[in-house]
């Protein structure tokens, strides 16, 4: 930057462009998410004082001396959402604009000291935050995490909904509703479907009751679907691995074959149905599902790679085979065994004639062309003598 300046890099955007500047998040997005959780726990605190020390409004309108808890339900959303913003995401920076919007609305209809701060508090997180709005640019609007936020914000607003028609029906319930922590009670009993004893006792009460069971059991079956689905997802995952890493703790003088290629797959075959144990190492995450669908022992990752071939046990095999398509890939994957294991055998096949040379010298005991071999075996099928009268048959792997 020209003009006696520095400018400071941020990330790149998914369209290239750096940010930087003061709109940047370069080192701030943890300073934020800190700032956010702060104000959502003040408006929380905020929403129970009010609830439990009420103040008179300012003036007297249609809510006069009903007070939603707008505040606590705008203060669970910021907390909820500043884990998000840490991560610069796009769909967090959207959703911190709701709760200023829950606190300005309270505050306009029912203005007492409470709503009054917690509405300035609010808006001055979106001052905090809007100038570096150009810097939350992962994810998109409607993705996954989208999705989850959205749940998480219909999950509060059914809450809100919960305790506020509660509280304004609570003489038509037997015993009536007082107070916004019995609303609370009441509200998520009723959604747990636990049962509650409040039972309505006229027709709009009942419909109120009707419509929140419909809207809230629905809310919270979506928020725990959603929220826990993908934390269940990750610790099978976990699982899985611990269980992967002790089969490959288990595996001593096998054969490592890297590559998911149709060469690959039939050299496994053939060790297997000699008693010899193998394991297919591929970057290929189809290929890799596919191959353990089958029975086959198989690993995710790059061949040419020392960490991947040290986890499947390179040290503790008797041979390597490169069979994948790539000739390229085959070499780097050689002269990274020969690294690791100098005394190892090692087989290359090759899909290109002209690449034997170069794959022996990388260190290769043996290095095969599938296509050379299944020409001079069909060429032998071709030439036989045809005095015999039984057809003779060759197989070939490629």
């Known amino acids: 930057m020209t003009g006696g300046g520095t400018a400071v890099l941020g990330s790149p955007s998914p ?24 104000i959502g726990l003040f408006l929380l605190a905020m929403g129970f004082l009010s609830s439990l020390a009420p103040l008179p409004n300012f003036y007297n309108d249609f809510f006069a001396g009903y007070d939603p808890p707008f505040d606590a339900i ?31 609305f309270a505050a306009i209809v029912s203005p007492n000291p409470y709503s009054l701060v917690s509405a300035v508090v609010a808006c001055g997180l979106v001052a905090l935050i809007f100038p570096y709005s150009v810097g939350f640019f992962r994810g998109t609007p ?10 998480v914000v219909a999950a509060l607003l059914s809450l809100l909904f919960g305790m506020a028609g509660a ?15 019995y609303a609370l009670y009441f509200t998520i009993s009723t959604i747990s479907t636990n049962g509650s004893e409040y039972a309505p006792h006229s027709a709009p009460a009942a419909q109120f009751v009707v419509v929140l069971i419909l809207l809230g059991v629905g809310t919270f079956l979506s928020a725990v679907v959603v929220l826990f689905l993908p934390f269940l997802e990750r610790r099978l995952e976990r699982i899985a691995q611990r269980l992967e890493r002790a089969q490959m703790e288990d595996l001593t003088d096998h054969v490592v074959i890297c590559g998911a290629s149709a060469a690959a797959r039939a050299t496994a075959t053939s060790l297997r149905e000699d008693g010899v144990r193998s394991i297919i190492l591929s970057p290929d995450s189809e290929a890799v599902n596919l191959l353990r ?3 086959e022992t198989a690993h995710l990752g790059e061949p040419s790679n020392e960490d991947d071939l040290r986890a499947v046990g390179i040290e503790r095999a008797r041979a390597l085979v490169a069979a994948d398509d790539s000739d390229a890939e085959n070499l780097l994957t050689v002269i990274t065994a020969r690294g690791i294991q100098s005394g190892l055998r090692i087989v290359a096949v090759a ?9 022996r010298r990388a260190g290769a005991n043996e290095a095969i062309s599938a296509v050379a071999v299944a020409a001079k075996l069909v060429s032998a099928a071709v030439l036989e003598s045809a005095n015999t009268d039984e057809p003779h048959s060759h197989t070939i792997a490629h």
Do not use: M, N
Request: hydrophobic share 45%; proline share 8%.
């Open 167 to 181: 509280r304004w029906l609570g003489d038509q319930f037997v015993p009536p509703i007082h107070g916004w922590t």
């Open 74 to 104: 705008a203060g669970a959303l910021l907390f909820a959402i500043s884990f998000r913003i840490a991560d610069r995401s796009i769909v967090a920076w959207l959703f911190s604009l709701l709760a200023p919007a829950l606190t300005v």
């Open 293 to 295: 669908g089958e029975g």
């Open 15 to 38: 369209s290239g462009r750096a940010r930087s500047g003061p709109h940047g998040l370069t080192s701030r997005p943890h300073e934020l998410a800190y700032a956010t959780a702060g």
């Open 142 to 151: 409607s993705g996954p995490e989208s999705t989850q936020l959205l749940v």
């Open 351 to 359: 899909t290109s004639p002209a690449s034997l040379a170069k794959l």
